[in-house]
């Protein structure tokens, strides 16, 4: 369905009262909504990457209409034993975060606590203890604050000369040009190579790493919000998923024992790192003893739901109100549910 088109109906349906019916029905009390978040500004990220971060103020947003709502705002753990013993309150949130980047720190933990609420955070953990801006982040974020621009000057990461950053795909394959050449390099060598293209762009990279843009929370910080009611779990140690058993379970092991040192709890739950599952992973995680697995299909979770691949509603900057809204009440599920099957047909 059109963009306009589902955002003129969703208008109506809520205008019609049908948002208010549904959100206390029966059928949604049912369901648990699991909302996904990743990053919150610290300066103009959102700007860079719209489906991956969110401002500030719009979290507010989400949260005080939760409030306003009274939406059951529940622990992960917590809500999804109450989904499969048919005991949960009317109209069931819970609230993810990926990755668990500084922002978060700064951003949404007091925002979450300011509001009460109760949120997990898919922590994925190396370049959290090596305390560098995330590499391939960095770039790409470098190369979109030089957007429009055709720079001379690449000799010092022997790339091919100019970069083109006119577009956003000719600053894609700059990227990937640089990803590969640095592949094989340690974390702290890459953060070197990072430094070089931020000299070559005339960007001031100490800024960018003093201010933590693109960074993971330390261990400190951490331990501080699991103390507060911050729930952090497993996101794999490097932010992948290898498609061998070995190293899909040391990611897996690496990535608790990271968590575990610095929380002092035995996480759980588990978020596949970008959305990407396989049926062979299922048995793995079962052999890890992960409770619970979060994808990013969308949907609500109902009794019926694999644990293991939990869908959920991804929340962005560039999602509407009226999307938001329609998501919390359970409209946009049903609506999903429809143009799947039309798919079908
Ligand atoms: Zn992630």
Same mark, same amino acid.
């Given at each position: 369905?059109?963009?306009?088109?589902?955002?003129?109906?969703?208008?109506?349906?809520?205008?019609?009262?049908?948002?208010?019916?549904l959100?206390?029905?029966?059928?949604?009390?049912?369901?648990?909504?699991?909302?996904c978040?990743?990053?919150?500004?610290?300066?103009?990220?959102?700007?860079?990457?719209?489906?991956?971060?969110?401002?500030?103020?719009?979290l507010?947003?989400?949260?005080?209409?939760?409030?306003?709502?009274?939406?059951?705002?529940?622990?992960?753990?917590?809500?999804?034993?109450?989904?499969?013993?048919?005991?949960?309150?009317?109209?069931?949130?819970?609230?993810?975060?990926d990755?668990?980047?500084?922002?978060?720190?700064?951003?949404?933990?007091?925002l979450?606590?300011?509001?009460?609420?109760?949120?997990?955070?898919?922590?994925?953990?190396?370049?959290?203890?090596?305390?560098?801006?995330?590499?391939?982040?960095?770039?790409?974020?470098?190369?979109?604050?030089?957007?429009?621009?055709?720079?001379?000057?690449?000799?010092?990461?022997?790339?091919?000369?100019?970069?083109?950053?006119?577009?956003?795909?000719?600053?894609?394959?700059?990227?990937?040009?640089?990803?590969?050449?640095?592949?094989?390099?340690?974390?702290?060598?890459?953060?070197?190579? =990072?430094?070089?293209?931020?000299?070559?762009l005339?960007?001031?990279?100490?800024?960018?790493?003093?201010?933590?843009?693109?960074?993971?929370?330390?261990?400190?910080?951490?331990?501080?919000?699991?103390?507060?009611?911050?729930?952090?779990?497993?996101?794999?140690?490097?932010?992948?998923?290898?498609?061998?058993?070995?190293?899909?379970?040391?990611?897996?092991?690496?990535?608790?024992?990271?968590?575990?040192?610095?929380?002092a709890?035995?996480?759980?739950?588990?978020?596949?790192?970008?959305?990407?599952?396989?049926?062979?992973?299922?048995?793995?995680?079962?052999?890890e003893?992960? =409770?619970?697995?979060?994808?990013?299909?969308?949907?609500?979770?109902?009794?019926?739901?694999?644990?293991?691949?939990?869908?959920?509603?991804?929340?962005?900057?560039?999602?509407?109100?009226?999307?938001?809204?329609?998501?919390?009440?359970?409209?946009?599920?049903?609506?999903?549910?429809?143009?799947?099957? =039309?798919?079908?047909?």
């Amino acid at each position: 369905m059109l963009r306009p088109v589902k955002l003129a109906i969703l208008g109506v349906l809520r205008g019609s009262g049908i948002f208010r019916w549904l959100t206390n029905s029966r059928w949604r009390q049912e369901r648990l909504l699991i909302l996904c978040y990743h990053g919150t500004s610290l300066e103009d990220e959102h700007l860079w990457r719209p489906e991956l971060y969110l401002q500030p103020q719009k979290l507010k947003q989400r949260l005080e209409s939760l409030k306003k709502g009274q939406f059951s705002v529940l622990p992960l753990g917590e809500a999804l034993q109450r989904l499969r013993a048919g005991t949960l309150p009317p109209r069931s949130i819970a609230l993810t975060f990926d990755d668990g980047t500084y922002d978060f720190f700064r951003q949404a933990y007091p925002l979450l606590k300011h509001y009460g609420f109760p949120a997990t955070v898919y922590q994925t953990t190396y370049y959290s203890a090596v305390k560098l801006p995330i590499f391939n982040l960095i770039c790409s974020y470098m190369l979109w604050m030089r957007r429009g621009e055709v720079v001379a000057e690449s000799d010092d990461l022997g790339l091919q000369a100019p970069l083109d950053l006119r577009t956003e795909s000719s600053r894609s394959a700059v990227l990937g040009e640089l990803m590969r050449t640095s592949e094989h390099r340690s974390g702290p060598e890459k953060d070197e190579i =990072a430094a070089k293209l931020a000299r070559v762009l005339n960007i001031d990279y100490e800024r960018l790493r003093a201010k933590r843009i693109l960074q993971l929370m330390n261990e400190s910080e951490l331990e501080e919000i699991s103390r507060n009611g911050i729930d952090v779990q497993l996101h794999t140690h490097r932010h992948r998923t290898p498609e061998d058993e070995t190293l899909f379970r040391n990611e897996i092991q690496e990535n608790r024992l990271a968590i575990s040192k610095a929380t002092a709890t035995e996480p759980v739950h588990f978020c596949y790192p970008s959305g990407v599952y396989h049926p062979a992973f299922l048995p793995w995680l079962r052999k890890e003893n992960v =409770a619970s697995a979060t994808t990013c299909d969308v949907g609500l979770a109902d009794r019926g739901s694999e644990s293991l691949l939990l869908p959920r509603f991804i929340d962005h900057q560039n999602r509407t109100q009226l999307e938001f809204e329609s998501w919390i009440t359970g409209v946009g599920d049903l609506l999903a549910v429809r143009r799947k099957a =039309a798919e079908h047909v």
